[in-house]
């Protein structure tokens, strides 16, 4: 199975500091088969990188970056895209969705409650409703979204962590219609699944999602599947990868997707 990672930020985003180039050769150092750039594009603002999206810069950068692989690793570029099912018409005013690889589609904040991806909104409110709510706006996101990838389901871990709260639970015990419905959406609607290795490096030492779900997915008749370390900065670049392959493996997964052109496809190198 080759090493593809499609969640890669650049210092493109503000909360990331390196450039594509640069993670293009430590892609190559690092034997990857491809890796997928993504801009963060908020429209929320609550979120840090609340209207920080310059196209123009991130088309120079993906250029240099693909000057840089010069046949020797494949380089798509995407946008990760904060809460489309609000936001997607206003993005859609500002980019051309056509001028992009993928299309990647985050929940970072629920409507009415905050950031799920820091600790303030749990030390508020009751863990289990806010949870619930990410699950039903999750759903509501891929059921409307013009979106191929589902990124870091079950981000809400990283704030439990944060806020010294326990996140060991499996949501499909408690949620399962709600997580059962997300998962058979997105198989229906040829939407990628993401296994975000980055969990691994935080206090939670999870994916997103669990490997519960990831399982539910695989019997289900999931097969799009993509692997993404979310990497910003040192010293976490391409974080958990060879993890995220093993756990693919281990659940049936004969690989993970690279996109072009908003079309999922296997990289034999």
Known sequence: MNLIDMHVHTSDSPDADIHAWRLVQKGIENNLGAIGFVAHLDLNPEDFCYGSFNAEGYN????????????????????????????????KKLVDYSNYDFITGALHSLEGIGMVLGKEVFADGDPFDIVEQYYADTLRMVEISDIDILAHMGLFRRGLALAGLSSDFNELLLWPDTV????????????????????????????????????????LGGTLVTIGSDTHREPYIFYGLQEGRELLAANGFSGSFFYRNRKPERILR
């Open 60 to 91: 120079e950068s993906i250029t240099l970056a693909r000057n840089e692989a010069e046949g020797r690793i494949s380089v798509s570029n995407g946008l990760e895209v904060g809460e489309p099912h609000m936001y997607e018409e206003q993005v």
């Open 180 to 219: 059962e419905r997300i998962l058979r959406v997105i198989i229906e609607r040829n939407i990628a699944l993401e296994l975000n290795t980055s969990g691994l490096r935080r206090k939670e030492k999870i994916t997103y999602p669990i490997p519960g779900i990831l399982e539910r997915f695989r019997e």
